[in-house]
C-alpha cells in the first residue's frame, strides 16, 4: 500500500482544468519528483494534498487515510511536512525558534501550562532546543542559530525551511520547487541533504524545475502537462520519453509573450539540453 | 478620568513639575535594552525593574504620583493584554475597550448589587470577559486586517449601546457607584499607596505569566501565526485556535483591570470605555512598542503622564497631545522601546540642566 494516493483528481478554475483525473502514488521510502512545464498543475497539486485548496473530485489518502477534506493543520499533524515555493519562513524569530515551531505538535503545555512555567516546561523547552540544535548542525547552520531568520542568506534560509519541516519528524515531506533561486553550490548541498534524509527512511515529493537535480536524487518521475499525467517511470524512461519530449517542446505560449533572445533560458530548456547531450 | 487637581500656590507647581521626572525615570528602567530585545529569558535586569518598581512610590511619596502610576498600571494590564494580540498574533482589535468594560460593570454588578467579595468578583470579571470574546471572537477571527479591525470596532460600539440602553442591569448613562474598595481577607486597598502595590503586583503577575507564554511553545505559535498563516497550519499549527486563545487572554487581562479600575474609581459608567479609550489603548502599545512586553508598560507609563502633564494647559492640551504622539511616532516608529534608554537618558539630562540654568537666571 502506498504511503499516498491520489485518485482521480480533478481541479477546476473558472472553467479551466488545472488538474484533469490525475492518479499518482508515492511508495513509502522512495523520493518522487514532479516535473512538467509551467502551468502544467503541479502546485496546484501540492496545494491540495495539503488542504490549502479542495479538489472538485477524486480522493487523496494518506497512510490509508481519506485527507481530502480535512484542513491543512489537521493534514500536516498526520506526519507531512511541507516547503513553498515562495520561501515561508517567520523572520520575525531566530533561527532556531524557527525549528522550535516545527515540533510544536509534539511538545508538552498549553496556554497556562506554559505562562505559569511548570516544572515539564522548562523541561520539554530544553529538551526541544537541544534536539533543533541537533537539526541545524546536520544542516549546518549551527553557527547562526540565535541569529533572526531573517538575516541569513537566501540559500540558508531555503535549507532553515528544510530544517523547519523536518523538526516535525514528518513521514512524508512535499518539497515546492526546492532549488529555485539556488546557486549550483547550493542545490548540490540540498540535494545532498535530500539524499541523506531520504536514507534515514523519510518519504520525499519533489516539485521541482531544475532538471538535473530532480533526475539525479529522484527514483520515480512524474510528468504534469497541462493537467494530465503524461508519463511516470523511473528517470531514465522519463528522459527518452517522446511525450515528455514533445511537451517541453512545444509549451502553449501565450499570444503576448515576448520572444526570448537566442539562448534565453526557459523553465524546459534542461531537458532539451539534457537531450542534446 | 485623570485626575486634574489644581495647584495652590506658584512653589508648589515648581515642586510638582519635577515629580514628572519620576515616572519619566521608571520609564527609562522598563523600556527594553535593544540588545536584549529578542532574548526571552529573564535576566537581571528585570530585577532592577522591579525594584523600581517597589521603591519608586517610597521615594516619590506624592498621593498624586501614587494615582498616576495606579492609573498607568491598570492601562499597562490592558495594554499588556492587547499587545499579545496586536504584537505577537500579528492581529488588531480596536474593541477592547469593551472587554474592559464588561470587566468593569462584572465588578461593579457583584459588589454593589449581590455584595459579592471583590477578590471573586475581580475573578469572575476576567472569568466574564473571556467568555464574551470567546463567543465574539469565534466568528470574528475569521476576518483579516481592516475587516477584523472594523467587526471588532463594532463589537465595542454594540457593547457600549447595550450598556446605555440596558438601565435596569448597568445604570445606563449615569452608570453605577459606590463600588467598595478592593479588598482581599479584610484587608482593604483603601490608600494610593496601598492601591499602586495591588496594581504593580497584578501587573507584574500578568508581565511574567505573558513572558513566559512568549518565550514557551505559545509564543512561538502566536509569532508563527502573525509571520505566516501558511506555515504555520504547515507545521500543524491550529491557527484560528490559536488566535481565538491569544484574543480571549488579552479579553481576560482586559477584564481583570477593568474590574480594579471599577474598584479603584468606585464608579462604572459608559464613558469611560468609549472608542477614544480603545483609541488610546493602541495607542500605548504601539508607541511603546508592539513586538515585546517592556513596550506596552513603558507606553501605558508614558501616555498616563503625558495626558496628566497636558492637563493643566486645558484648552490647548489635545492639539499638544496630538502633536507630540506624532513626533514620538516620527522618531520612534518601532515604538519607543527600541531606542528609548538611549535618548530618553540624555533627555532627561538636558531637562534638568536646563531648568538649573533658567532658575539661576531667575
New interface residues.
Partial sequence: MPLLSIEEITKEYDGIRALDRVSLNVERGSIKGLIGPNGAGKSTLFHLITGVEKPDSGKISFKERDITSMEPHEISSLGIGRTFQTLQIWGNMTVVENVMVGMNRRLKGNLFSCGLWLPWIGRSEKEALGQAKEILNSLGLLGKWESMASQLPYGKQKLLELGRSLAMRPELLLLDEPASGLTLTEIRQLSEQISKINHEGMTVFVVEHHMGMVMEIANQIAVLHNGKLIAEGTPESIKTNPEVIEAYLTRHTPPHHIPLPPGGEGKGEGVRQKNDA | MFSQTKQGSQSDFRKRDLLYLAPLWLLSLIAPDPYLY?KKEFKKKDFYYLGAICLAPLIWSDSHFHHLMVLAGIYAILALGLSLFIGYAGQISLGHAAFFGIGAYTTAILTTRYALPSFLAFLASALSAAVIAYLVGRPILKLKGYFLALATLGFGEIFLVIVRESTDLTGGVIGIFGIPWFSVMGFSFDTYLKQYYLIWGVLIGLFI??K??V???????T??V???E??????????PRMKL?IFV?GAAFAGLAGSLFACIMSTANPEAFSLGFTVLIVMMVILGGA?NLYGPVAGAILLTWLMDFLSKYQEYSLPIYGVILTLLLIFFPDGIGTRLNVRLIYLIGYWAKKKKRDEGKL
Fill in positions: 529578542h505569566f505573558s513566559n507564554l518565550r514557551s511553545k505559545v509564543g512561538r505559535a509569532l508563527a502573525a509571520a505566516s501558511d506555515a504555520a497550519s504547515s507545521v500543524g499549527i491550529n491557527v486563545q487572554l513586538g
